[in-house]
């Protein structure tokens, strides 16, 4: 049965302290008992319109048969009939009409009946100025080669800020893919959004997995150190259609793009990186090893300099002299990918597989050769990432323990140049072999 609404207190600007960095009587991880899939809860309390402007029409926000993501789902479910959808920005005004059109043919056609579609931040800004309408989060689904930055038309977290101080913020993995030069202006943009004391979570939605969170528990309970990270992400090639992410020159490469969820949860294990320590290797597409029979886009019309790695693998140190490695492989076809994490400690490992299909945790533990297992089936880390926040948003009084952000921006930033350190050092060794 689904649980009650939980009681609330109005929407209001919280002190320092929200999305990441938590007062230090806050236990940073969560609970994994209460990362509770979307059909077993019951709609944030209250009776008010939660506005929301979403922005991006895309996959990430309206789903697509590449994955289980889709955050309008997700925010539907959380919010229930408080959801209204305010503005819609996409300078792809058709599929932008196209994703509503569906929506108002649906039963939650209330959240999405008077959204308003605009071509820019700039349009939604103008159009509200001289009114009282200020939404009350903004979702950010549009693809980080226009954000994360400080250069004109991929600001629009600093263009938010201007227009819209105060208003959290939900922003997509990666937070940028800009030049290697430009990491700096990702860092002044996770500054700017500190300083806004601005609620905002970043869209590593596999921290919000409850095996993740149980791996988190089991490491705070026997206060264990971390000596290795091993990560292993092999995705199923074949299904990734979108030409942007086979063109290093849009999307960055497979590591800052796609194993970037891989080196964030390394990251969430091992903690700080040691940037100067990262080595890498990797195999490119005109090498004899790298030929891929099921390429679902024209690889031909991309620059060859652009063209993807098929493998990329590194190595690196954490601070705390930890070590950890990284296997990215672009090799499997179908649609499911196989990806594995393994956290070493002074007697222990925890084995997380299939996190995106059906998460397994296999834990191994002192005095005992056999590792017990661990299944989690229908938990939903989307949900949880978006509900959490929601209730952060909210601040739900019921339970101040319960509503945590795990990924903030300037964590997220720091992911961002370790991916891009990865990718810069497995380019460094394409030139050493010629
Ligand atoms: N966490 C995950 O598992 C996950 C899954 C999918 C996508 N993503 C992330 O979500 C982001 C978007 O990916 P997607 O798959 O939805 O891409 P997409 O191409 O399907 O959609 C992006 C949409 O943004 C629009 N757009 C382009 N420029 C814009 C701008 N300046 N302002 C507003 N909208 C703009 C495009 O017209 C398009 O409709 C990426 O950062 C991606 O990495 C994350």
Request: charged share 25%; proline share 6%.
């Amino acid at each position: 049965m689904a649980s009650k609404p939980a009681s609330r207190r109005p929407s209001e600007r919280r002190p320092s302290g929200i999305g990441g960095s938590l007062p230090s009587s806050r236990r940073a991880s969560i609970d994994p008992s209460r990362l509770v899939r979307m059909d077993r809860v019951a709609h944030v309390g209250g009776s008010d319109d939660f506005n929301v402007v979403f922005i991006g029409a895309g996959n990430i926000m309206f789903g697509s048969d590449e994955g289980p993501w889709n955050h309008s789902f997700r925010f539907e479910h959380k919010l229930g009939p408080r959801l209204k959808v305010v503005a819609l920005i996409d300078p792809a005004i058709e599929r932008a009409q196209a994703v509503l059109q569906k929506k108002c043919d649906s039963f939650v056609v209330s959240a999405y009946q008077n959204t308003r579609i605009y071509k820019s931040l700039d349009d939604y800004a103008a159009a509200v100025a001289n009114s009282n309408e200020r939404p009350h989060a903004i979702a950010i689904g549009s693809p980080p080669m226009f954000r994360g930055s400080t250069k004109v038309g991929r600001d629009v977290e600093l263009q938010i800020l201007k227009h819209f101080p105060g208003v959290p913020l939900f922003i997509e993995k990666p937070v940028a893919t800009g030049t290697e030069e430009e990491i700096q202006d990702a860092y002044t943009v996770a500054k700017a959004i500190k300083e806004s004391n601005a609620i905002c979570s970043v869209g590593y939605m596999l921290r919000y997995l409850k095996a993740v969170q149980m791996m988190k528990q089991i490491i705070e309970e026997n206060n264990l150190r971390v000596m290795s990270t091993v990560a292993r992400y092999a995705c199923a090639y074949e299904a990734i259609a979108k030409p942007d992410w086979w063109d290093k020159s849009k999307s960055c490469g497979p590591i800052v793009e796609q194993g970037t969820h891989f080196c964030d949860l390394s990251r969430y294990f091992g903690g700080e990186v040691d940037i100067s320590s990262v080595t890498a290797h990797s195999l490119e597409w005109d090498e004899e090893a790298g030929h891929l029979s099921k390429i679902p886009i024209d690889e031909s019309k991309i620059a060859p300099e652009n063209r993807i790695p098929r493998v990329t693998a590194a190595t690196w140190k954490y601070e705390s002299g930890a070590v950890g490695s990284l296997t990215h492989v672009a090799a499997l076809q179908g649609t499911n990918y196989s990806c594995e994490l393994e956290v070493f400690a002074d007697g222990y490992s925890l084995k997380l597989v299939n996190p995106y299909v059906q998460p397994i945790l296999y834990v191994r533990r002192p005095g005992d050769d056999y590792e017990e297992t661990h299944r989690f089936p229908d938990d939903d880390p989307f949900f949880s990432e978006v509900s959490n926040w929601i209730d952060v948003i909210e601040d739900i009084e019921e339970d101040p323990e319960a509503a945590k952000i795990l990924s903030n921006f300037d964590d997220a930033v720091k992911t961002y140049e370790f991916t891009w350190a990865i990718r810069r050092a497995s380019e460094k060794s394409i030139k050493k072999k010629e």
